[in-house]
């Protein structure tokens, strides 16, 4: 990827075994300013393969709501550092050199791009009410990290060389084994379960009455007769008062509910917590991806007959449903489009056709959309063509957008964003935040939806979003009451 800088880094590395549990690292990091967390799950394993802990930005970008031209503000900013030619230095305390994985974040920036980041790429209404004080972009830089490799059971403790550092390399990496250390100590108390049955929703603070959810579902419904838009990825937020740790809820996702994309951000004020299953975008040597999720059904890890039955009725269903296959192919279409945008001629192709995947609790029907990267494609220009994801927006994307603008009461923000890492080695890995928990000024937003199309039953489609915000809420509500001390 394409890009320029007045700041040259060089990688300095050591890999030790692992003598520690991610949830201690994650435990420990929490405790610093700032932190960042990725992954933090065995779910990793079958996603990117690395999970990361960083904290202590060196650097901080942030861009609201209230100003103008993100774009030109970003590329300045990523353009602030960039990796030198110089080898990666290996610490390792062995006689040959350790090489780095391929793919392994190095070193550069984490955060979000929320998801009305959109109305800078297209002209939309702009109706929805902005009522969660939270930045529009945030990406923290970090010139030090640990990261996991789940394949082979080592740390990769990362440092970067900058110009006028006041620390070296070796102090920041020897900083960083410190926190190793330390979470070695650490015995957390494995999360209590929740009791998902019993949330009532008749108490919970949402931005729409099931009436107001059931008229708009009715109205998008008319807009696809007319032939206006053909799927629309409708949601609606919930509210829970929360004082517990932000950190315990992520440990509690990470139990019950681990994810492939999973996130933990603390910027002070608020904290973002994602349990996301779906990757938006990844880069890595001038290849790009995007594997969008359309279909859901339960999955019961169990052995026992009845549970067996009903897996294999809730995988049949799911993989011979004709409204769910209408609904991923509309999307693997849109996505092909979108990566023709900032690919080289001829090599966009679907890498992967829709196949039913098995996850913690669901199963999930996905498909892989990808192709070679121009040479001049930079970060900026992939946000442009593909954000954001075209499973949690609909197709056509910009008239579903805009229907969603004039429907949703409130903006999205984090929710069905994108958050991840931007190396500076070009690697990119954004998720689709969904399954996502905003928790700011005691209150945790947990937002949910769907795609609705023609057929849609308006009560089922209400019905959908419960279900997927019950968990959610049960594992908040677990934490607020004290049962997953860690």
Not at 242 to 257: D, E, K, S, T
Not at 349 to 365: K, L
Not at 459 to 477: S, Y
Request: charged share 20%.
């Amino acid at each position: 990827m394409a890009g320029g800088s007045n700041g040259t880094c060089r990688i300095h590395y050591k890999k030790i075994p692992a003598h520690t549990t991610l949830r201690a690292l994650s435990e420990t990091f929490s405790a610093l300013p700032f932190p960042s967390i990725l992954g933090g799950n065995p779910a990793k394993a079958s996603e990117d393969g690395f999970s990361y802990w960083a904290a202590e930005p060196r650097d901080l970008f942030e861009f609201t709501s209230a100003q103008k031209d993100p774009f030109s503000k970003l590329e300045r900013a990523l353009g602030r550092y960039r990796l030198g030619n110089d080898p990666a230095v290996d610490h390792s305390a062995t006689t040959a050199a350790a090489p780095l994985p391929a793919g392994l974040f190095c070193g550069g920036w984490i955060g979000f791009f929320g998801y009305e980041l959109g109305r800078h790429i297209e002209r939309l209404p702009g109706s929805a009410i902005d009522d969660i004080p939270m930045p529009l972009v945030r990406l923290c830089f970090y010139d030090r990290l640990i990261a996991y490799d789940h394949g082979s059971d080592v740390f990769w403790i990362l440092a970067l060389e900058r110009a006028g550092d006041s620390e070296s390399p070796a102090q920041k990496i020897a900083a960083l084994e410190r926190c190793l250390d330390r979470s070695e100590r650490i015995r957390p108390v494995e999360p209590a379960s929740a009791n998902v049955e019993n949330v009532e929703f008749d108490s919970i603070p949402r931005n729409m009455t099931q009436d107001n959810y059931l008229d708009a579902v009715k109205r998008i419904k008319v807009h696809i007769r007319d032939g206006d838009v053909y799927q629309v990825n409708f949601s609606q937020r919930f509210e829970q008062p929360f004082a517990g740790r932000p950190i315990r809820l992520f440990h509690w996702q990470n139990q019950y509910n681990p994810s492939g994309y999973a996130a933990y951000i603390d910027a002070g004020s608020f904290q973002v917590v994602s349990a996301s299953p779906e990757m938006f975008v990844t880069v890595h040597e001038g290849l790009i991806r995007t594997k969008p999720i359309k279909g859901t059904r339960p999955y019961i890890n169990a052995s026992d007959p009845h549970t067996l039955t009903l897996n294999r009725q809730w995988f049949h269903e799911l993989l011979t449903s004709e409204k769910e296959q209408a609904e991923l192919n509309m999307i693997i279409d849109l996505e092909r489009n979108d990566v023709a945008r900032v690919c080289k001629p001829g090599t966009r192709r679907v890498i992967q056709p829709r196949t039913i995947e098995t996850y913690p609790t669901v199963y999930h029907a996905v498909a892989t959309v990808g192709g070679e990267l121009r040479e001049e494609i930079t970060l900026n220009d992939i946000l442009k063509a593909m954000f954001p994801g075209g499973s949690i927006t609909g197709a056509p994307k910009i008239r579903a957008m805009e229907i969603i603008e004039e429907l949703e009461p409130t903006v999205r923000g984090v929710y069905t964003g994108s958050i991840g890492f931007i190396g500076l080695d070009g690697t990119v890995c954004l998720n689709i935040a969904i399954r996502t928990v905003i928790i700011t000024s005691g209150i945790a937003f947990v937002q949910t939806g769907g795609g609705i199309v023609a057929d849609s039953d308006p009560q089922a489609e209400w019905d959908e979003t419960i279900t997927k915000a019950r968990a959610l809420l049960a594992g908040i509500r677990a934490v607020q009451n004290g049962q997953s001390a860690c």
